[in-house]
């Protein structure tokens, strides 16, 4: 079992800039990647950005160059830096972490993030 709890949303302006932040507990040494994903009201969850156990990142191509995915080992912590000067109000979502540990995929409950002027 894993637990992931996410912290880190608001509302911001359009321009501004937020870090996502997503704790993990639990069978922590068994995930091997972990992820954010997003979901709009009345849109499907899409992925934003993993990372692997390894390091290699991935990213949508709506967020490419926007935001960096990013992790503490010692803290047991997954980032999203969201960019300054580069939120747009189509960034508006329930952002939520995951993780993948085997087979399985771990949620948290997701935080808000709301871009908006």
């Known amino acids: 079992q894993v637990q992931l709890v996410e912290s880190g949303g608001g509302l911001v302006q359009p321009g501004g800039s937020l870090r996502l932040s997503c704790v993990a507990s639990?069978?922590?040494?068994?995930?091997?990647?972990m992820g954010w994903y997003r979901q709009a009201p009345g849109k499907q969850r899409e992925l934003v950005a993993t990372l692997t156990r390894s390091g290699i990142a991935n990213y949508a191509n709506s967020v490419l160059g926007r935001f960096t995915i990013s992790r503490d080992n010692v803290k047991n912590t997954l980032y999203l830096q969201m960019n300054m000067n580069i939120l747009k109000p189509e960034d508006t979502a329930v952002y939520y972490c995951?993780?993948?540990?085997?087979?399985?995929?771990?949620w948290g409950q997701g935080t808000q993030v709301t871009v908006s002027s």
């Open positions: 639990g069978n922590i040494f068994s995930i091997w990647a």
């Open positions: 995951n993780a993948i540990v085997d087979s399985q995929t771990y």
